[in-house]
């Protein structure tokens, strides 16, 4: 199902998402789609070009981008607003709180620029808390694309989908690792993209491609990996990773953001209640991120295959 | 003009009864929006209430959200659900919800309480309409304690910048909010030059005179190119002696003996 490491094309999620909405833009009329001014970054403005009489600039007002994007929804259109992370999930938390998910309306928050690997804009820009904070709101689904195949995927799922949805993407180039003619993302379904019995890797976003090489690495060492790609953050396939718990015994979590509300504490719940085995969650250690260059700064906040490899000798060794 | 006026009476009596009866709950600024609220809803807005999800009827968004017993007796007596489910406002497992909840009440157009988010979404509609180039305006009532929200004056920026001129905003301009009077908790006057260097058409009335309430509808619907907003004078708790110009009958619901008074005043008061 994977991409052989050879032929590695890398291509940013938000890249992927600005192509997926022209698609659909001509496909279904009732899609609109608004910016609060970072079309260029968050890549509305591929959309804008094709179709400027449905796309609308809010102007730097996110809150308002949301509450516009509420009424959008009220009268049946499909919005999807766009701004990065840290400015829909932080600035118009609330909004998105009452005026979308409480009365469940149609609204796409499709946010860009998400994680450490926003890069030299720093820690003001990198949202590392979004996911926990859109996970904990009732009738939100929350996806977490991997590479531009499933952005692609997911994008279209969301459009389908009635109800409002998170997407998480990413201003990084990340690999691209699945073939879409192979590869089927649906909504509350994980994918197993390897098997292998001696532990499991649960995984999203550009954490996949790292899971990938550390099983890979882990395998010369003679561990065999199961590697599971949870782009549903919300809802989450518990049956999956209940079963991968079972196959392996161990799991390790990997996710570019904060471990505190995100995919690590999700499986930590799931496994707790229903087939405790140990577990390591590699992701943000409860802090801020930094300027820098993107790759160091993951390394530098333990976002590698190298930590997850780390993490699976520590969880093996917990084995009973 | 006296069956709305009739009406609103009625709508009045309406919230002194519900308010009791939930012994919880905002009288002041229901009672002050309760003509602006007559004159929209058996007047202005095209609604079926046969048909609640026609597609081209008005939309109303009750930016203040916690005026929910004035937008619910309207609806009741406009007939989208029967008048006695008014008397189980907030109870548990009833649909009424101590503010407006689309999901659960009929008629209601968008789920509102916190304050502010309710013009936006009223914009986001109004937008929608001008999209697809429908006949359908948007009417979304206010209040001044309201006016030091961010996002109204976001949304207002974007309204104009859209030329939403099928949205109309009202404002229940009482004077007063939660803690005291608008103007010392937090100054937000002048509003008419505000609104007006925002880009809206501004139109400034009594908002307990019917014809003056319906003649700024009139001109807002025939003003084109910008939204309207009517800054529409009133005086919170209106109709009940006791309540009026009373900060602190915002959200206290009355008792059964204060309720008793209050009716026999709405019963024999000169409204409108
Ligand atoms: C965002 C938000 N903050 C606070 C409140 C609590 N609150 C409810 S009503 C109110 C005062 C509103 O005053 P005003 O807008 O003047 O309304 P009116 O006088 O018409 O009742 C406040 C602060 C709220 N509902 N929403
Ligand atoms: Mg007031």
Redesign the pocket.
């Known amino acids: 199902m994977t991409k052989s490491e050879e032929k590695v094309i890398k291509i940013a999620t938000r890249d992927a998402y600005g192509k997926a909405l022209v698609k659909l833009g001509g496909e279904n009329t009732d899609i609109v789609v608004l910016d609060a001014d970072l079309s260029k970054s968050t890549k509305t403005a591929d959309f804008n070009k094709v179709y400027p009489e449905r796309f609308f600039n809010m102007g730097i007002a996110e809150q308002n981008l949301i509450g516009f994007s509420a009424g959008l929804a009220a009268v049946g259109k499909i919005p999807f607003a766009s701004t990065f992370a840290i400015f829909a999930a932080g600035r118009a938390f609330e909004q998105i709180r009452n005026s979308v998910a409480y009365p469940k309306l149609n609204v796409k928050i499709a946010v860009t620029h998400a994680g450490i690997s926003v890069g030299e804009d720093g820690g003001s820009h990198q949202a590392i808390e979004d996911l926990a904070l859109m996970r904990a709101i009732p009738n939100m689904t929350v996806l977490v694309p991997a590479d531009a195949v499933e952005t692609d995927q997911i994008i279209r799922a969301a459009a389908e989908y009635q109800g409002p949805v998170y997407i998480r993407m990413g201003r990084l180039a990340v690999p691209v690792l699945f073939d879409d003619t192979k590869y089927s993302f649906a909504i509350g379904k994980a994918n197993i993209i390897r098997e292998g019995k001696d532990v499991a890797i649960i995984a999203n976003g550009l954490m996949v491609a790292e899971a990938l090489k550390a099983a890979e690495e882990l395998k010369e060492q003679g561990i065999e990996s199961t590697v599971v790609n949870c782009a549903s953050l919300k809802p989450l396939d518990e049956e999956t990773i209940i079963n991968a718990a079972k196959l392996t015994g161990a799991v390790v979590t990997a996710e570019e953001h904060s471990i505190i509300g995100g995919l690590g504490s999700a499986v930590a719940e799931v496994l707790s209640e229903n087939i405790p085995v140990p577990l390591r969650r590699v992701g943000v250690k409860d802090t801020f991120g930094e300027s820098g260059n993107p790759e160091e700064l993951l390394k530098k906040y333990g976002l590698t295959a190298q930590e997850i490899v780390i993490a699976v000798r520590e969880v093996i060794k917990q084995k009973k | 003009m006296t069956e709305i006026k009739e009406m609103a009476r009625k709508i009045r009596m309406d919230i002194i009864e519900m308010l009791t009866m939930a012994k919880s709950g905002?009288p002041?600024?229901s009672l002050?929006?309760a003509d602006i609220m007559a004159v929209l809803f058996f007047d202005e807005m095209r609604l079926d209430p046969a048909n609640k999800d026609w597609s081209e009827r008005d939309r109303f968004v009750l930016s203040?959200?916690?005026?929910a017993p004035v937008y619910y007796a309207a609806l009741a007596n406009k007939g989208f659900f029967p008048r006695e489910e008014l008397l189980k406002l907030r109870k548990t497992g009833h649909f009424l919800q101590g503010h407006p909840d689309m999901r659960k009440v009929p008629g209601v157009d968008m789920s509102t309480?916190?304050?502010?988010h309710g013009i936006s979404a009223a914009g986001g509609m109004a937008l929608a309409g001008k999209i697809d180039k429908k006949s359908f305006r948007v009417y979304s009532l206010?209040?001044?304690?309201?006016m030091a929200?961010g996002l109204v004056w976001e949304a207002a920026m974007a309204a104009s910048h859209y030329k939403l001129d099928n949205l109309v905003a009202i404002l229940?301009y009482?004077g007063?909010?939660?803690d005291g009077a608008?103007e010392e908790v937090m100054k937000s006057s002048p509003l008419d030059d505000k609104w007006r260097a925002f880009g809206w058409n501004v139109l400034e009335i009594d908002g307990h005179d019917l014809k003056e309430i319906k003649e700024a509808l009139e001109k807002a619907k025939n003003f084109k190119g910008k939204p309207t907003i009517i800054i529409a004078k009133t005086i919170?708790g209106k109709g009940v002696s006791f309540m009026e110009n009373q900060a602190g009958w915002?959200?206290n619901a009355p008792s059964s003996e204060q309720a008793e008074l209050a009716l026999a005043e709405l019963k024999g008061g000169e409204l409108g």
Do not use: R, T, Y
């Not at chain 2, 203040?64 to 005026?67: E, R």
């Not at chain 2, 206010?142 to 309201?146: A, K, N, S, T, Y």
């Open positions: 905002h002041g600024g002050s929006a203040k959200g916690h005026a309480g916190s304050l502010g206010l209040g001044d304690g309201e929200e229940d009482n007063l909010q939660i608008c919170k915002h959200g």
